[in-house]
C-alpha cells in the first residue's frame, strides 16, 4: 500500500520556490493556530521548507512521504532543523494514520487523469477539518495530462478558492485551491492577505502584475517585428518606448495594512468622489453607506479587500462606458464582489469607465478574504465602490479626498 494516494506514473515534474510558496499560501496566512497536512512529501523538497518555514508557535504540520522519500528520512530532516521544528512536525507512516487538518497540501504535482484525481480528492476529503482547504498543483502546459485534471477542479469545488497560475516554473504550473465545506466568515479576520503569484517582483516592494508583463510583451513583440519588417525605420521606437508605461500602469506595490480591527481601508487608489447613505434591493434591506473612489490613469488599479470576510456573491451587471467622473457611470459595466463578514454584507463594485473596458476579479465564491488582499483590478481610468451597513460604519472621508487602496482607512465599524 502506498504511503498517500498515488494518481499517475507520469513523468517528474518539479516544483520551484514559487510553486511551493503558492502551494503552502494558505497554511502560511493563518494566524491563529493551524494544522497542516502535506502528502507526497520529500525530505529534499521546496514544499516542505516552504511549510516548516511558514509554522507559528502553535501550529502543527504532518507529513506523510511520497515515491521520492521515506518516512525515515522525513523524520532525520525534521531533526536536524532543531527541536522547535521537531516538537511541531510530525512524521507518520502511512495517510491513514494521518489527524484531519485545516490544510491539505499534495507535495508532488498531480498528472493523473480526471478520475484518478477524483479518486485522490474524495479520499483525501476524509483529512479535512469543516472548512478546510485542500492544495494541489497539475502541469500547465497544453496537452499534458494535467488539462483533464484541471478541467475536473474548475467544475468540482463547491466552495472552491480559485487557482493560480505559476509560469516561474519548469514547467508552468495550475495552483488549485479548493474547499468542499464552508468556511466560518470569522475566521477571514485571524488571516493574512493571501500570496498570490499573479505579479512579478521589481523591487521588494513593487510588482507588476501579470496583465502589465503581458501588455509590455506584446509592445515589445511589435517593436521586435516592426523592426524586422522595416530595418531603416524608426516606427519601431513607438512600441518599444510604450512598452514601460504600459507596464508602469500595471505597478502592484506592496502595502501596509493598518491594524486596527475597526477599520475599513479603500479598495482603490484614486480621489473620493461620493460619500452618501442609499438603499440597494440587490444588496439586502436597510441603508448602506456607499464611498466611491475615481481611479485616474495614473492611479494604481489593483483593488484590495475593504474588510475581512468571506465572498458570498459575484455578479456583473452590463452597461455603458461613460466617464467614470460623471453620474452616468452608475449606469456603466459593473462587477459585484458580495462579502459576508462579522458586521453585514459589504459590497465591492469595480466600475469602468470612459478608458476602461476589462474588468478582473480574483476573489471567487467561497473564498475567505483578509482586509487589504489583492482582489483584482481594472484596466485604465475608472471607478470603485464600496458598500458598508450604513447602520455599523462611519466615514472617515471626504470627498476628493486623495487614498491608498489597502492602506487609508476610509470608515470605521462602530
Known sequence: MTPYPAVSKAPIVGIGSTAARALTAEFARHNAATSALVVGADHASLVVAS??????????????????????????????????????????????????????????????????????LDR??????DGAVVTLATPAVPGRTGGAAAELFRQGALFGVGSDLVVRNSPPLRVHK?????????VASTLAPAYRPSSVPV????????????????ALGLAALARSARPKSKLWLLPALAAAPVAAFFRDPERETPTDPAAVVASADGRVLSVERMTDARFGEGEFLRIAV???????????????????????????????????AEHNV????????????????????????????????GTLVARGERMGLIRFGSRTDVYLPADKAEPLVAVNEKVIGGASVIARWL
Open 51 to 120: 511549510a516548516v518555514e511558514a509554522l507559528l508557535p502553535g501550529d502543527t504540520l504532518t507529513l506523510v512521504a511520497g515515491e521520492r522519500s521515506t518516512a525515515d528520512l522525513l523524520r532525520d530532516h525534521i531533526e536536524g532543523l532543531g527541536s522547535w521544528i521537531a516538537d511541531r512536525v510530525k512524521v507518520v507512516d502511512a495517510l491513514d494514520e494521518a489527524q484531519p487538518a485545516d490544510v491539505v497540501i499534495v507535495g508532488e504535482p498531480v498528472t493523473g487523469t480526471a478520475q484518478e484525481v477524483r479518486a485522490l
Open 124 to 129: 483525501l476529503g476524509k483529512y479535512l477539518t
Open 178 to 186: 479548493l474547499r468542499f465545506t464552508a468556511a466560518d466568515p470569522k
Open 203 to 218: 523591487t521588494r516592494g513593487m510588482h507588476i502584475d501579470s496583465n502589465g508583463v503581458a501588455a509590455a510583451g506584446i
Open 294 to 328: 475615481f481611479l485616474s490613469v495614473l492611479d494604481v488599479h489593483v483593488n484590495r479587500v475593504p474588510v475581512a470576510g468571506r465572498v458570498a456573491d459575484y455578479f456583473v451587471e452590463e452597461g455603458g462606458y461613460a466617464n467614470a467622473m460623471t453620474a452616468a
Open 334 to 365: 459593473a462587477a459585484y464582489t458580495v462579502l459576508d463578514t462579522e458586521r453585514g454584507t459589504v459590497v465591492v463594485a469595480q466600475r469602468t469607465g470612459l478608458i476602461a473596458r476589462r474588468i478582473v476579479q480574483r476573489v471567487p465564491v
